[in-house]
């Protein structure tokens, strides 16, 4: 079979000249090696993709050229670690970086500004990255399959082996041309052949991804299991301070270093979901944390520690108990007591990154701890690559969530970008939404989410609207109707996917284990502490001083914002209080009429979706036309089932009939 | 790994001796072949069972002997097929068989009264089977799995390959000991390696397992895939009327009988749960069954065809499809058209072996068609064989229904065992519960389900109470104490199960795909046609004249009496009706009130269940002690869990509080 992958973004078709052409045919470099490997790789690159763009080959101009058109030069000194300025001047593009990294960069924002048929004449632009860590994690299995991807199998694994192919430099293309500099390559949960990546069996070929990662300034990471001292027969433990133990991954460190030089470090999950972790030895999770940290740091490894630790074993019946608190409960306590290369990357959620819930309070809660938020790109709850969810607009909100925990700079962007604190290692990670498909990402349109994750965390103000015109015009068309047209498809997504499934930022009520489509007691009467606790009445999770007391994990004024139903943003209703039916919504509508009527307008927004993309027949490529109108038709199914099981399940249970009489069963 | 297994119920430890060892000293057998495989067999056993039980070798009397104490004699006049008669005159016990079936079947119950510790010398008995064909049909796949299995993996495949060893023979000898005499060894959902299984790859094995089988006179059937001739090379149809496909299977038969002559024919499930069948060619059931059972007739074959033809892509906005409907929709119509050698196969309820539903009015509502009754004696909804279900007593209500086919012999019973319409190809299969554990069936209980089971299809009029007794004496004690405690614990089980489960034959409420535990919604919004319907105000299924329509697949007084409220047995209330929480039951509760205290009753009753069987430590063997103690915890957990899921769902439906004022969630 021939292996075939689309170039998405990087396709580089021919593009309208708009004044470009004349600047990129001479190329001079100042202060730059160009066989240095990722300068060399920058300036493939850009002959790469001007010339497909542009018909023209661009020269190499020699230390002798008078006025070259276009100079990439060195500046660090007025420009940050890994940024870059672009200017023209008299006729002379002019391309400043503060290093290799800055180069590449720059390189791809000509080639983008190219894409997207605008004058390079008319730029003049500092883009610093505001987050220093970017990073994707990808929860690919070394059988191939990959823990919640909705896009075919791993392109970096097969059958217990590495995959280093043609692709995996096109993967590192496309991630280092939106900022990308960081990649987890296994799943966090480790078994099996994974537990052995740090072993003999696999550093030539993790040596060598390795290394082409680095070509494009990416550093590779590895998910650990915190087990692996047991598993890989070293001391019987896996206690943090156990003598043995801290000798055996002394002596493993040293080793995987010396054969993995670029390596990063590792990514950690550790006492989460039946996963081991420092807690079966009764230590804390810093103690866990730590020791690996100082084992890796003369190595400049970084520990990266997931804070995705609950009970999940939770009994239903017990209404104390509440997950959302678990994150915070688990770590706060130890803030401060993490080392510097530790890292804590924090879900987006005190929950698990549903289509809606409440911004975490351990972001920003810890003050002298390293943080990292995590995001999922891959759309386990928000319709797994076949509902059409442009997520961009929700990382945003996280982003913006003023934390209160100082008088300014106090947003989660300001925190994880260590703006706030002064962090070094901090930033942002998101669990990637790719495959071995031939478009990457199953839905076309999915690949938005894998383009905009990596542009947003290297310059957060940018908008939604922005990364996604962006996208549209790099991977689709530049007509300006056709990209208004996809933009605003993607724009509504979050909104109509929110609107037919789970309501008022409640969550669950999906298919339990699969996450797809819904099941509204799916997980009702279950042990993950995933509860809407709807009955006669209302439904909804008290999280107020009254119930769980979780709205005091925030600061103030947001602690009691949420404690207020009169104050609470509607939107995150039911995940802070047990609301009655008839509870009346800003809206002047009833709780009950409002589930109802959001669950017809979402599907009435999803054939009206389909109805634009049936407009834009002939005016995108065919293939990804084609792909993403059958998974239009999908989803439209699965809305329908959405609205009408929770519809039925509301209507059952309350009794109330809808307002508007229309057909509920 | 040694391989162990216990003996069951054929254990033949140390027993008093009722005065029976003067009787089996020295044997005779007149008319009777002592080397023919089925009576050298029976000889065999009554060696090892007085032996084992008296302590006593049997030895074989020659021509000469005069006053043998124990005679073997044929009489096929006055005994019908497979059956014999004991009796005892003059210090002699006389065994009249009518063929060597009968004199297997007579030594067994010989050897059974011994472990009774009972009188020889008191009996005067005639057996002759209630139905001619008595089956166990396993669904163990090729890889060793177990569809719907819950006692380790097949004892008859291992990695694609029959197993042939001692535990086969153990097995031949358990089931003929109650009387089977046909087994189907594969899965009816026949899929990879088991459609070979007709083919050369695999004849040697089966002939050789016909072999065992034979010696203790049974039958070895196959499950067969409809879609063989696509699958194996042959036309690229399975269409009935094809001539392609009719010479192929022609073929195809003619080799099979060759190579295995002692095959009893097949077992096919077509049209079922996407499986294959005649639908598919626009064919009737008929012509599928009927083009099978003629080209397997001149080999004496048999085409047992199963009747379990739903929608199982059901719409569950669909109030009108029923799918308690399908199978008498899909037959009935055709009845007179089976050819003789055909047999349908009808589960016991319309639905799928639930814990309470009512029969299936396709059983005596063909009245032109061979039909065999299917029950499964696998726990698949009843408990899994960790919680205790003795099967019995359910099976014995189906058997008893009256159907009014006919003024008399209008009994379930009467119809499958050929006495209402004459048929001889007829008679009850069940689907095993056995697998590769020590114990063969999970819980050492649940072995008096598969000693029961057979012991009902030989002799119908036998008690549940009596089958268990026996059972007991035979397997765990004698003391009769120690028997009176534990048949009281197996005739109770099924009613206590019922209670902590699915109220009032509405059934399922169970775990997705599991089906062991509760979901109450679980199957609510499915494609499967299994909804409780509940809302706010009541629940269960209309399928009067006012509904469905399905009680008009009744007869007279039958279809009258569950039409109407008033009339209907309350047992299947919600089965055929759907009740307000409020409706007043005969016991003076309320349909909710009824819900939750037989919830409550049901968890009392597996604790009063736990006392009885802590305190039996002791007094029955080590082993199957501590085991069902293990499975009675296990129980008691499920019948919790059951009763708060169950009565959390209906309270916070209904908003109506339990009248006890006991804690539901």
Redesign the interface.
């Known amino acids: 079979m021939e292996k075939k992958w689309t170039q998405l973004w990087l396709k580089y078709d021919k593009k309208q000249d708009a004044g470009n052409g004349a600047f990129v045919q001479t190329v001079k470099f100042c202060g730059f090696d160009t066989k240095a490997a990722v300068v060399a790789n920058a300036w493939k690159e850009l002959q790469r993709g001007v010339s497909g763009m542009l018909g023209i080959v661009p020269a190499l101009a020699g230390d002798g050229t008078e006025n070259p058109k276009m100079v990439i030069a060195l500046d660090a000194e007025t420009v940050k670690k890994e940024g870059y300025r672009i200017s023209c001047n008299d006729g002379c593009l002019k391309l400043e970086a503060a290093d290799e990294n800055g180069v590449l960069y720059g390189v791809f924002h000509v080639l983008r500004l190219i894409a997207m048929e605008q004058p390079l004449s008319k730029v003049t632009i500092l883009c610093e990255p505001d987050n220093p860590m970017r990073m994707y994690n990808h929860w690919d299995n070394m059988d191939g399959s990959i823990e919640r991807g909705y896009s075919g199998n791993s392109f970096f694994f097969e059958k217990g082996e590495l995959i280093i192919d043609e692709r995996i430099t096109d993967y590192a293309r496309m991630v280092a041309s939106v900022g990308i500099n960081g990649v987890v390559i296994n799943n966090v949960n480790v078994k099996d052949e994974a537990t052995w990546l740090i072993t003999d069996r696999y550093f030539a070929k993790v040596a060598e991804l390795s290394n082409v990662f680095a070509g494009y300034g990416i550093k590779l990471f590895l998910s650990l299991n915190y087990a692996a001292p047991l598993e890989l027969g070293g001391p019987d433990s896996a206690d943090p301070l156990d003598e043995d133990v801290i000798a055996w991954w002394k002596t493993k460190m040293a080793e995987v270093f010396a054969k993995v030089p670029n390596l990063g470090g590792f990514l950690v999950k550790a006492d989460s979901e039946g996963r081991p972790g420092p807690f079966t030895y009764g230590r804390t999770q810093a103690d866990g944390a730590n020791m690996l940290a100082d084992i890796v740091k003369p190595y400049g490894g970084i520990i990266i520690w997931r804070c995705f630790v609950y009970n999940c074993t939770q009994d239903?019946?017990d209404y104390k108990t509440d997950r959302a608190r678990a994150g915070y409960d688990n770590f706060i306590e130890m803030d401060g007591d993490y080392h510097d290369n530790v890292i804590l990357q924090i879900k987006n959620g005190p929950m698990d990154f549903q289509i809606r819930e409440a911004v975490s309070p351990l972001l920003g809660g810890l003050k002298k701890t390293n943080q990292m938020l995590e995001v999922q790109v891959a759309q386990e709850y928000t319709g797994q690559q076949i509902d059409l969810c442009y997520l961009i607009p929700l990382f945003k909100e996280v982003l913006d969530f003023k934390t209160y925990c100082k008088p300014e700079n106090d947003t989660v962007a300001d925190v994880v970008s260590g703006r706030t604190y002064g962090n070094k290692n901090a930033g942002i990670a998101a669990v990637c939404n790719t495959g071995n498909d031939e478009n990457w990402t199953g839905n076309d349109l999915a690949a938005a989410n894998f383009y905009g994750f990596g542009r947003l965390a290297f310059t957060t103000s940018l908008s939604a609207e922005e990364i996604a015109e962006e996208w549209v015009k790099m991977s689709l068309s530049c007509e300006q109707e056709v990209v208004d047209a996809i933009v605003n498809l993607l724009l509504g997504s979050r909104e109509t996917y929110e609107k037919y499934t789970s309501p008022l930022g409640i969550g669950w009520m999906v298919t339990p284990h699969y996450h797809y489509g819904?099941?509204?007691?799916g997980y009702e009467?279950s042990r993950w502490g995933t509860y809407h606790r709807?009955?006669?009445?209302g439904l909804g999770v008290d999280r107020t001083d009254n119930g769980t007391g979780y709205v005091r994990q925030y600061y103030e004024p947001n602690a009691s914002m949420y404690n207020d139903i009169k104050t609470c943003p509607e939107e995150l209703l039911l995940f802070f209080h047990h609301v009655p039916y008839t509870h009346m919504l800003k809206s002047g509508k009833t709780l009950i009429q409002h589930i109802y009527d959001s669950h017809f307008e979402g599907v009435e927004e999803v054939e009206a979706m389909i109805r634009v993309w049936n407009g834009l027949e002939g005016k995108v490529p065919f293939c990804a036309y084609e792909v993403i109108k059958e998974r239009f038709a999908r989803q439209l199914q699965n809305a329908k089932?959405w609205r009408?099981?929770v519809n039925?399940?509301f209507?059952?249970?309350?009794?109330i009939a809808d307002e508007m009489g229309r057909r509920i069963?």
């Open positions: 239903w019946r819904p099941s509204v007691d009467y709807a009955d006669h009445l089932e009408d099981q039925s399940y209507y059952r249970k309350s009794g069963y």
